[in-house]
């Protein structure tokens, strides 16, 4: 059997995320590459990352004629998470080809997981659910030997017009029984070329753990789970190692969602990189609340990351408490001095409109930035996703709208506080006095709060105060 593995997120569908210009392989589905590859199945891979649109991967169907095809999305995107709509309607568009050709059709992603049943009315054979490289090897394994899939365990089907699923899958505990991803199948340069039009270096992504223990109302776990498993220290530096030396890449995106929890990993990790004298930058993603030891940031610290991005989401204890966070604001404030202290950028996750949230608790939030100051700010709204406790409370309230078109759409789906278009502004205006204050602290050469007059500098500011409704004070 003649297998076409593919995805269908593309850049210049997401127009925020394209002018950017920092585009990052699919990471997910070169690591199910290499697993097909590891088994000695005929594969023909197409990246769409950076496609216009879906006619070239079309036309490379076309030429290969497989026997399956295979819409494998990267799990390790947050945004794949978020089912943009653009994406969606790509991959229908690349299924009904697919089965024009007369092939079989399997789907990976977190979109079709919470909306498989969508996807079986366009065209979609099987839909693998959770963690896919198992349940993709045993299902083209029971294609090619004509058996019964239906004994394949985390996947759903269409039999006799319904839509069935077999038994779930587990996890996978050891991460170090998968292949590292296969690389040499990306054209790095032509990603390279793209980001030097950006204002950051050549960046690639690499996953050290799947899943995330802790229990945040909002955040979905669609594809790995409620549960935390790492990749060996060795495996993650030899990964490095290799796309150094190969690709002269040095700056690293960890996509974790949370990184280097495992007790004695971090240790490890920078050991390891010290014995290889391997010299790198790279970011991740972690919480306030375990961050605040002092050693293991001086740990992460000498191996050479140079920026957290920390899910702060509120200056509110309230809000948070209503999330289920699990984080203080003063934990917030410890790690951001602990972190900054060792020469570390800090970068704060920001979520506005969560249900319950008033304009005092607003106003707290960007007191929060004014007075932390955080290096480097992300802001959106919160975004009902299934399979979630937030998405439950707030169902009965969306209307037909439940996925965003793109990352930069930001329309509040569900019955808030404000309207969709407060919180549009609420987002270009936090931005706003974001850059003023950074701005200001390179002028002055030091971090300090703004004052009223020259939070006035800001573009449409008293215009902007008005229509929001905020009643800001700046103090010094």
């Known amino acids: ?22 585009p990052y392989p699919p990471l997910a589905t070169i690591t199910a590459l290499a ?40 799990g390790f995107n947050y945004l794949t998470k978020m089912c943009l709509t653009n994406m969606r309607h790509a991959c229908f568009a690349m299924i009904a080809h697919a089965k024009h050709l007369g092939a079989t059709v399997i789907v990976s992603s977190s979109d079709s997981t919470d909306h498989f049943s969508l996807y079986h009315e366009n065209g979609a054979d099987y839909v693998i659910h959770g963690e896919g490289e198992q349940t ?38 050891t991460l170090d029984e998968l292949p590292t991803a296969y690389w040499e199948a990306i054209d790095i340069e032509r990603y390279r070329a793209i980001w030097k039009n950006s204002k950051f270096p050549f960046t690639l992504n690499v996953a050290t753990t799947r899943g995330c223990p802790f229990k945040c109302n909002w955040c979905a ?27 002269g890449v040095h700056h690293f995106w960890m ?42 940031i001086s740990e992460l610290a000498a191996s050479g990351l140079e920026e957290v991005w920390i899910g702060a989401e509120s200056g509110s204890q309230k809000v948070l408490d209503a999330m289920d966070k699990g984080t203080t604001l003063a934990q917030i404030s410890e790690s951001t001095r602990l972190l900054q202290s060792k020469g570390v950028r800090v970068a704060y996750f920001l979520q506005f409109g969560y249900t319950g949230e008033l304009k005092e608790d607003i106003e707290s939030t960007i007191t929060m930035v ?95 105060k008005q229509m929001l409704g905020l009643q800001l004070k700046f103090r010094k």
């Open 221 to 247: 776990k669609p594809i790995y789970g409620n549960r935390y498993n790492s990749r060996s220290p060795e495996r993650v530096v030899a990964e490095l190692k290799l796309l150094s030396k190969e690709y």
């Open 136 to 173: 993709l090897l045993e299902l083209i394994g029971a294609l090619n030997d004509q058996k019964d899939t239906s004994t394949v365990a985390g996947i759903s089907y269409s039999e006799e017009g319904e839509v069935k699923r077999s038994v779930p899958r587990s996890n996978l505990k």
């Open 370 to 464: 004014k007075k932390n100051q955080p290096d480097d700010i992300g802001i959106s709204v919160s975004y009902p996703l299934p399979g979630t406790v937030f998405y439950d409370r707030v169902k009965a309230q969306m209307g037909e709208k439940e996925n965003w078109k793109d990352s930069d759409d930001l329309d509040l789906m569900f019955e808030g506080t404000f309207s969709s278009a407060y919180y549009r502004k609420l987002q270009r205006y936090v931005h706003h006095l974001f850059r003023l204050q950074v701005g200001w602290a390179k002028v002055t050469g030091k971090k300090q709060h703004i004052s009223s007059r020259y939070a006035l500098l800001i573009p449409y500011n008293f215009a902007m």
């Open 1 to 22: 059997m003649k297998v076409f593995l593919t995805h269908s997120y593309f850049y210049q569908y997401d127009p925020k995320q394209w002018a950017n210009k920092t």
């Open 255 to 296: 996509t974790d969602d949370i990184f280097g929890l495992k007790p004695g990993w971090v240790t490890q990790f920078n050991n390891l990189i010290q014995e290889e004298n391997l010299r790198i930058k790279y970011k991740i993603q972690s919480r306030a609340d375990l961050l605040m030891k002092d050693e293991t």
């Open 35 to 74: 697993a097909l590859h590891d088994e000695k199945i005929p594969v023909t891979f197409y990246d769409v990352a950076l496609d216009a649109s879906p006619k070239p991967c079309m036309k490379e169907m076309d030429g290969t004629r497989p026997d399956v095809v295979v819409f494998y999305e990267d």
